[in-house]
């Protein structure tokens, strides 16, 4: 059982979202027997390695279906944060001209950051975690280095345990799970909201995993609050949004510039005060776009693992061969052997 659990991790660790942590030939060099092991042990190795490779296979099928519905998810989700994001971009241009007082349009000298991190609950999906993890504490560097206070949020139990184990202080902790709600997206941003209302916090940033193709995922730094009266993403922000082609799943990549501005329908009609839609829509709209991110991630999690588990089972099968001409080795040995002495012993009796 030992070796077993120590096959599946191996082989689960070389992923093609990373350089692998185990290369094919170190896996086979560290499962491969010792020269002159018997034929019963080669034998209970290679059923070892079968038995692996339908676990790595089956998870691989799991991740597949389910990347699938997480993808068809955000898509879903698309026409209403697209729609919401129309309507406030048409309230910020009608009242960019008038001297409101909104705290969410306000950008104000960053002293305290709240930067949100995105991980996974589970482990198993290549480097989606540990370069989620890894983005997380580049950014917190940076912003010490520019001595800006931070108060980090996890998303996800890899990260709050990885953080919560190097002593660094988590505000909040929350479970992402593999199907995100707008309950949970609301819960971490309602706090984020008082927090920012209250003075607390000058800055929200959320880190999360964009989802670019089924290979491929970055870990991207998003500003959440304060908005610009321009947009909804600060200057530099890269956004990544899923769409459907021909039946298939692709992605438009679109990078904002300082100040650009938006089309908007000029002749919106407002039936209520453009000020009360506003302040009613924003928190609104800070919630579908956390879901969107966290649902996003959740895509590249399942993605990332449907990656890891296929490149487990390939090693599987080379280990497999590998094992099995070994074994055939020994099995020739050995009737090589016997014949020997056969030979040696009908030699003798003449």
């Given at each position: 059982m030992l070796y077993k659990f120590l096959v599946v991790v191996a082989l689960a660790t070389c992923s093609a979202f990373q350089a692998?942590?185990?290369?094919?030939?170190?896996?086979?060099?560290?499962?491969?027997?010792q020269m002159g092991a018997s034929i019963r042990e080669l034998r209970?190795?290679?059923?070892s390695v079968k038995n692996t490779k339908k676990i790595t296979s089956a998870m691989k099928l799991v991740a597949a279906a389910k990347v699938r519905r997480a993808q068809e998810a955000v898509l879903r989700s698309r026409p209403f944060s697209e729609t919401l994001e129309r309507i406030l971009g048409g309230l910020l241009q009608r009242l960019k001209t008038e001297s409101l007082d909104i705290p969410l349009l306000e950008s104000r000298?960053?002293?305290k950051v709240g930067l949100v991190s995105i991980t996974g609950d589970r482990g198993l999906c290549g480097a989606y975690n540990s370069a989620a993890i890894k983005k997380t504490e580049a950014r917190i560097a940076e912003l010490k280095a520019q001595d800006i206070e931070v108060e980090l949020i996890t998303i996800g139990n890899k990260g709050s345990t990885w953080f919560k184990k190097r002593e660094t202080p988590v505000r909040k902790a929350v479970a992402c799970g593999q199907a995100p709600t707008a309950a949970q997206a609301s819960e971490v941003a309602d706090e984020l909201l008082a927090s920012y209302y209250a003075g607390e916090l000058d800055r929200v940033e959320l880190l999360y995993t964009s989802f670019i193709s089924m290979i491929s995922?970055?870990?991207?730094?998003?500003?959440?609050?304060?908005?610009?009266?321009?947009?909804?993403?600060?200057?530099?922000d890269e956004i990544f949004k899923l769409t459907s082609k021909d039946g298939d799943i692709s992605?438009?990549?679109?990078?904002?510039?300082?100040?650009e501005p938006k089309e908007f329908a000029p002749d919106m009609i407002f039936e209520q005060e453009p000020s009360q839609l506003l302040n009613a829509i924003l928190p609104?709209?800070?919630?579908?776009?956390?879901?969107?991110?966290?649902?996003e991630s959740v895509a590249s999690e399942l993605a990332s693992r449907m990656s890891a588990m296929q490149s487990a089972t390939d090693n599987a099968k080379e280990l497999q061969g590998?094992?099995?001409?070994?074994?055939?080795?020994?099995?020739?040995?050995?009737?090589?052997?016997?014949?020997?002495?056969?030979?040696?012993?009908a030699d003798a009796t003449n």
């Open positions: 692998p942590l185990v290369t094919r030939s170190d896996v086979a060099r560290a499962a491969s027997p209970d190795r290679v059923g000298p960053a002293k995922s970055v870990p991207t730094v998003r500003t959440l609050i304060p908005l610009l009266p321009s947009g909804m993403e600060m200057e530099g992605v438009q990549k679109e990078k904002v510039a300082a100040a609104l709209y800070l919630n579908g776009q956390l879901l969107r991110t966290l649902q590998k094992l099995e001409q070994e074994m055939n080795r020994a099995r020739q040995a050995k009737i090589t052997q016997e014949l020997m002495e056969i030979i040696a012993g």
